[in-house]
């Protein structure tokens, strides 16, 4: 062999062995371990906590010291929470590359859930956008607990007026990111013609009223046993995945949003508008590739077609939870609640959403 032949042969055994070696570091699972520790103290309150990563089984109802507010930060006590599929994905470590910033081999953050809406138990010495008594809702890390801390400019906000815990906990994530998919990515305009691939879903369910509410004609493609609630909401069309795929049909769209990826890219393009856009949500499952394949699609495809795509990721802030407060106050906007659990019980709802069937949102109410 050749010296260049030897060279070239060399570094291709690298790569391959480099590759093998972060394809391990990064799937590898610690065990759980002991028990979590009890926080020593009067002052307890429960929080659910995962110490290694896997199935709904590795969540534990612990007990924590409660915590005092810095300056900048406010206390609240949750009264609901909801969950989302990120939830899952946090507690799986999946898709493994995750784990390159929430922990190798074990998670770094041991607390779970984003949504939470309860009443401001106490704040700290500079706080003057909040109070104590003001109910509240916002997105963290570690809502599944019957306290958290925010910083006042973080993502928090009032409560909508006239809802109920649970209904406001529900909105946080999915309806920023359905605002978001439709108004900055999506660029949607009165008059113009939606598709909602997964609308009967968390983020579904808020993505057609916002439509709705904007002048969209909007079709929602579900399973059957959803579309009457999904009429409800205010979607003028609506397919059902296991009898029609809307990538065979003869419409076309200005917009399709797609919370599931389950139809090829190019398959997606081929019904919507010249110049329309398609924004990706949720992608393939899968612990590798899959649910990252769009954002490797998308830079390949896109010089090619005369079509917007956007793979997203929602950004949270008080401000987006505060235009949501306004859009439910005024109706254009309701929580679609499906099923309602004890914080003991999170396993249970934890396992349900993973099913990938929930109607609306699965929410925690905390005693
Ligand atoms: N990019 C971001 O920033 C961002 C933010 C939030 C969420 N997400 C992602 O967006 C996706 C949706 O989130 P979500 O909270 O809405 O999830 P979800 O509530 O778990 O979605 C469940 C819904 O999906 C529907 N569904 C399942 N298979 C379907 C199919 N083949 N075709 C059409 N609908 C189908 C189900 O309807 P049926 O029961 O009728 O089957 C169900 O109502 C997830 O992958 C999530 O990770 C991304």
């Known amino acids: 062999m050749k010296l260049p032949q030897k060279i070239l042969t060399g570094l291709a055994a690298f790569v ?14 610690s065990d759980c371990g002991a028990a979590a520790a009890v926080d020593e103290g009067d002052e307890r309150f429960q929080a659910i906590q995962f110490r290694c990563y896997g199935p709904p089984e590795v969540l534990e109802l612990t007990l ?27 507690m799986r470590g999946s898709p493994y590359l995750i784990r390159l910033t929430t922990g190798l081999g074990a998670p770094d953050n041991q607390r779970l859930g984003a949504d939470f809406a ?48 649970a209904e406001a906990a529900a909105l946080p994530v999915a309806g920023i990111t359905a605002l978001q998919a439709l108004r900055d ?18 983020v579904g369910t808020y993505a057609v009223q916002i439509a709705k ?13 959803n579309h009457e609630m999904l009429k409800s909401l205010g979607a003028d ?33 081929d019904v919507l508008q010249a110049g329309g856009r398609l924004v990706i949500v949720g992608g ?17 495809l896109s010089p090619f077609v005369d079509h917007e795509i956007i793979v ?25 609640i499906d099923r309602s659990y004890a914080l003991s019980e999170l396993p249970a709802a934890m396992a349900y959403l993973e099913e990938g069937h929930a109607r609306g949102k699965v929410v925690v109410e905390i005693e």
Not at 252 to 259: K, N, S
């Open 284 to 300: 393939e499952k899968g612990d590798w590739i899959g649910p990252i394949s769009n954002m490797i699609k998308q830079p390949l």
């Open 16 to 29: 391959v062995l480099a590759t093998a070696a972060l394809a391990l570091t990064i799937s590898y699972t």
């Open 185 to 202: 990515h999506g660029k949607l305009q009165s008059g113009q013609h939606v598709l909602i691939n997964g609308a009967s879903g968390g």
């Open 237 to 269: 069309y609506v397919i059902d995945y296991r009898q029609t795929n809307y990538t065979d049909g003869d419409a076309r769209y200005d917009l399709i949003v797609d919370m599931i990826g389950n139809h090829p890219l190019t398959a997606n393009l």
């Open 118 to 165: 309860g009443v401001i138990e106490a704040v700290g010495a500079n706080v003057s956008r909040f109070k104590v008594g003001d109910a509240v809702f916002g997105t963290t890390r570690g809502s599944f607990a019957a306290y958290v801390i925010k910083h006042q400019d973080g993502s928090l906000a009032i409560m909508p007026k006239g809802a109920s815990f």
């Open 64 to 90: 924590l010291a409660k915590p005092v507010p810095k300056d900048d930060e406010v206390l609240v006590r949750v009264k609901a929470a909801s969950l989302n599929p990120l939830d899952w994905h946090y």
């Open 312 to 336: 997203m990721l929602a950004q949270s802030s008080g401000d987006e939870l505060a235009a949501l407060a306004k859009m439910m106050e005024s109706g254009e906007i309701e929580s679609v």
């Open 213 to 225: 509410a904007n002048g969209a004609t909007v079709t929602g493609v579900s399973s059957e046993r």
